[in-house]
């Protein structure tokens, strides 16, 4: 049998109760994501950490641009420092809200 990509991603929503959340709200909401993630990288990012601009672009999924928020961090604390870093990722991670199982979002503040 063979899946395609939209199917299983429909699939595997469905069993973590997403369901509701047609393909384009979902890409939309994934887009919003990476571009805020990006934005927060700045002029000095991109050019001092173009690894993690690259693997933000082009996460293939949303639990990829969960992941990343680790690396993102790291870049905004050695920019702007440890508390302003957080209060960043802080504001990314609030978008994740009801793209995600509750198992991978448990230990999340907001």
């Known amino acids: 049998m063979r899946w395609s990509k939209q199917s299983l991603r429909n699939s595997l929503y469905g ?3 997403h369901g509701q ?3 384009t709200t979902l890409d939309s909401r994934i887009e919003d994501i990476r571009e805020s993630m990006l934005d927060l990288l ?3 990012g991109p050019r001092d950490f173009p690894q993690v601009t690259r693997r933000i ?3 293939g ?3 990829a641009l969960w992941y990343l928020r680790g690396d993102l961090m790291a870049v905004l604390a ?8 957080r209060l960043h990722v802080q504001s990314v991670t609030d978008m ?7 198992a991978l979002t448990a230990g999340a503040r907001g």
């Open 61 to 63: 999924d949303v639990q």
């Open 96 to 102: 994740f809200r009801g793209l995600l199982p509750k």
């Open 78 to 85: 050695s920019l702007h420092g440890e508390a302003q870093a």
């Open 57 to 59: 672009r082009y996460a």
């Open 21 to 23: 959340l047609s393909d």
């Open 42 to 44: 700045g002029t000095s």
């Open 15 to 17: 069993l973590l109760g």
